[in-house]
């Protein structure tokens, strides 16, 4: 089973950057399709970014796109998230989570199962 542990969030103004970082432990990193989520105080998970287990293909929410970039290291069994032009509407706990099966494209939300404990990003105006 992999297990998931972020870090690199923190407090940055607005328009700044971050990156965030997913180590994962187990065997299986390699094989599975790797998200972020995030989830702001009173408000349900919302899908950020996807990617695939080659990393060949990645997906990204509406509002996301052109300002996060994710991408993974097979060999460092890490997922990143760089998030750039932050705007306090960010502001949230990112979660990174991987897909329950081996060999995923990432595409769908709803296959995502095993998950981090999250890391903040809190974005100031």
């Known amino acids: 089973q992999v297990q998931l542990v972020e870090s690199g969030g923190g407090l940055v103004q607005a328009g700044g950057s971050l990156r965030l970082s997913c180590a994962a432990s187990g065997r299986t990193f390699s094989r599975r399709a790797m998200g972020w989520f995030r989830q702001a105080p009173g408000k349900e998970r919302e899908f950020v970014a996807a990617i695939s287990w080659s990393g060949g293909i990645t997906y990204y929410a509406d509002s996301m796109k052109g300002r996060f970039t994710i991408s993974r290291d097979n060999a460092k069994n890490t997922v990143y998230l760089q998030m750039n032009s932050l705007k306090p509407e960010d502001t949230a706990v990112y979660l990174c989570?991987?897909?329950?099966?081996?060999?995923?494209?990432?595409?769908?939300?709803?296959?995502?199962?095993?998950w981090g404990q999250g890391t903040q990003v809190t974005v100031s105006s």
């Open positions: 989570a991987a897909e329950h099966s081996d060999y995923g494209l990432g595409h769908d939300p709803s296959l995502f199962g095993v």
